[in-house]
């Protein structure tokens, strides 16, 4: 299930299941758009990134889903893995430098 | 070689103190950031330099004084820090300046100010 907690919203899943994570993003002339994957104690690293030319792009295990109609982007991982457990970003550039969202915790249970 | 590297990868200060942080990458990148990320929150851009010139400076503090040798060094000189400055801080790095190259980021910085 979802929750928000005291500053991230938190995303459950089984192991095995597939997970979605959402994200609005507020500029309509943002044209590149990045997911991030940050472990504790460890810099963001990138997953998967998408134009907005495109509105699907796939990756191993990973899809990014863009909706510019009403500005949302979303991060699919299919048969998660305890080792997807970590916070996601999603980051959008109108200009030349990134705006990150809030981001989401994604924890995997057995 | 896609690394960023940073050193130390902790950090205590004093608020009188002066320390430098750094970060490194090889992969020939014209553009490097540093960030700044507190506990639980996205990072925040805090300067850009493209090809060695400071092209974007975040209304940061002059307590935080970045500085670019040469193309593959980026450098933050911090001085009087606050207690409130205590946060990771990430550097990264992509090929060109403008939105739409993936930065690629160091592991961080973890700063404590006493």
């Known amino acids: 299930g979802e929750s928000v907690g005291l500053h991230l919203p938190t995303l459950s899943v089984q192991e095995g299941d597939n997970s979605i994570i959402n994200c609005a993003y507020s500029n309509s002339a943002s044209d590149y758009f990045i997911w991030y994957k940050q472990e504790s104690g460890k810099g963001p690293q990138f997953i998967i990134d998408?134009?907005?030319?495109?509105d699907k792009r796939q990756g191993q295990r990973v899809t990014v889903l863009l909706n510019k109609t009403v500005k949302h982007l979303s991060l699919q991982i299919a048969a998660t893995q305890p080792g997807d457990s970590a916070v996601y970003f999603c980051a959008e550039s109108p200009t030349d430098k990134l705006i990150f969202g809030t981001g989401t915790r994604l924890q995997v249970f057995p | 070689d896609t690394e960023v590297t940073q050193t130390p990868k902790h950090l205590v200060m004093g608020m009188t103190n002066k320390k430098s942080l750094k970060c490194e990458q090889h992969?020939?990148?014209?553009?490097m950031y540093w960030y700044k990320q507190k506990a639980k929150k996205p990072p925040e851009l805090m300067f850009v330099?493209?090809?060695?010139?400071?092209?974007i400076n975040e209304s940061v503090p002059s307590r935080f004084s970045p500085e670019c040798p040469n193309s593959s060094l980026l450098n933050l000189h911090l001085h009087a820090l606050q207690p409130e400055d205590s946060a990771l801080y990430l550097c990264?790095?992509?090929?060109?300046?403008?939105?739409?190259?993936?930065?690629?980021f160091g592991p961080g910085t973890r700063l404590t100010v006493t």
């Open positions: 990264a790095s992509s090929q060109e300046k403008t939105g739409s190259y993936e930065q690629y």
């Open positions: 992969m020939g990148h014209r553009a």
């Open positions: 330099y493209s090809y060695e010139k400071l092209s």
């Open positions: 998408i134009r907005s030319n495109m």
